[in-house]
């Protein structure tokens, strides 16, 4: 871990806001997973954010942004984030969304074969069109009309916005997760 964790009491005035609404979004909608230190520091990629508070305040907007108003079913949005996750290698990320995949009742198949960067064979005609639109996408280049249309088709426009959206969003998270090096606590 390239930052050191932040415990309350050691916040800056500019630091503790938003560590109040994190913490509070967090506990609302992030709790299949550890996000807090025994002292009450936050983890993953929230302890980065922390660090730089203006930027942090903003990806944080970001998330609920995209968390308060989804569209889409919770299972495609996991589906989606594990993808993301598995192509960056981004242990934070894949160790927190496999507990709420786990907790949504996804298969140890289906997770194994996602984290490993495959296709599973046993994905919905929609997961199978999340799937290729994320995995293509994280892969670099524009996203070919086949994949953009099918994907129109089966979510809508909106649907399709917000799953590119996410990728963008989780991309992010991933390149935080891996360039600060967030270290995944013990499973229980």
């Known amino acids: 871990m390239r930052l050191p964790l932040i415990p309350p009491s050691e916040l800056s005035d500019e630091q503790k806001p938003l560590y109040d609404e994190m913490k509070k979004g967090i506990a609302s909608n992030f709790n299949a997973f550890k996000v807090l230190a025994d002292d009450g520091a936050l983890m993953g990629p929230w302890n ?108 809508g426009q909106h649907g399709l916005n917000e799953m590119i959206y996410l990728v963008g969003l989780y991309a992010m998270v991933s390149t935080t997760l891996n360039g600060f090096n967030v270290p995944v606590p013990e499973r229980e």
Not at 58 to 69: E, N, P, Q
Not at 126 to 140: I, K, P
């Open 48 to 155: 980065p954010w922390l660090h730089e508070p203006a930027i942090g305040k903003a990806i944080w907007d970001l998330t609920l942004a995209m968390t308060a108003k989804a569209s889409l079913p919770d299972p495609i949005r996991q589906l989606v984030i594990l993808v993301v996750g598995a192509r960056y290698d981004a242990a934070y990320e894949l160790y927190a969304h496999i507990a709420v995949a786990e907790k949504e009742g996804m298969s140890a198949h289906r997770l194994a074969t996602i984290t490993a960067d495959l296709k599973p064979n046993d994905l919905s005609p929609e997961e199978s069109v999340a799937f290729d639109l994320a995995f293509t996408l994280v892969r670099g280049g524009v996203l070919p009309e086949p994949i953009y249309a099918l994907a129109k088709k089966t979510f």
